[in-house]
Every structure is written in C-alpha cells, then in structure tokens.
C-alpha cells in the first residue's frame, strides 16, 4: 500500500471543507442580509491551488468598525445612547433574519 503524505491528506480535507462552504453559498439563494457567490474562480498551480470568490459588492465599510465606533463615541451621552442602541437593535434584526434564512433553505 502506497503511503500517502500528511500534507496532501490535510490538504484535501481543507478543499473538501472549502467546497462544501461554496456549494451550500450558492444553494442559499437571494436575501437582503445575505452576501450573494456569484462565481468561484480556481488558478492551480503545481505546488498549490486558490480559490477566488466573486461576492456581491457592498458599501459602507466592516460592520464591527462601524459598531465599535458608534457605541465608543456615545457612551457620555444619554440622548445619543438611545439612538445607538436602536441602531445595534436594527443590525441584530438583520444579522437574525439573515441567519434564520440561510438555516432554513
């Protein structure tokens, strides 16, 4: 029995994992709070393989920066500490209403 070397062994368990994860991306579907695969891109090499994913474009910038910097400003101010905390309430209905769409398709 020809022995088979650990690396590529670990190797094929991270492209199986790494294709399961793209293969339930593209049966999701379409949801507003739910980044859409378009594509998936492969340039292989002979010493290695990468994966490119073609993503829906979105703007305004990473969600925990944007968190972090409204609920840091806003801590002295009681006004304001309402109107942040009906901003993070807003970001948790997304975040739930994504997750809830993509565990039942």
């Known amino acids: 029995i020809p022995c088979v ?8 368990r991270q492209r199986r994992a790494a294709t399961k994860e793209v293969r339930n991306m593209m049966l999701i579907g379409r949801h507003k709070n739910v980044l859409h695969l ?4 492969e340039f292989i090499q ?8 073609i993503l829906e474009l979105v703007k305004g910038g990473e ?3 944007l ?6 400003k806003n801590r002295k ?6 109107e942040v905390e009906e901003t993070m309430r807003k970001f ?3 975040l739930a209403s994504g997750i809830n769409y993509c565990h039942k398709n």
């Open 46 to 53: 002979e010493s290695k393989s990468t994966m490119f994913l």
């Open 77 to 82: 101010r009681s006004e304001d500490s309402d």
């Open 38 to 41: 378009f594509e998936v891109l």
């Open 67 to 72: 968190i972090s910097s409204s609920s840091g």
């Open 5 to 12: 070397p650990t690396k590529y062994l670990r190797w094929l």
């Open 63 to 65: 969600l925990f920066d």
């Open 92 to 94: 948790f209905y997304e």
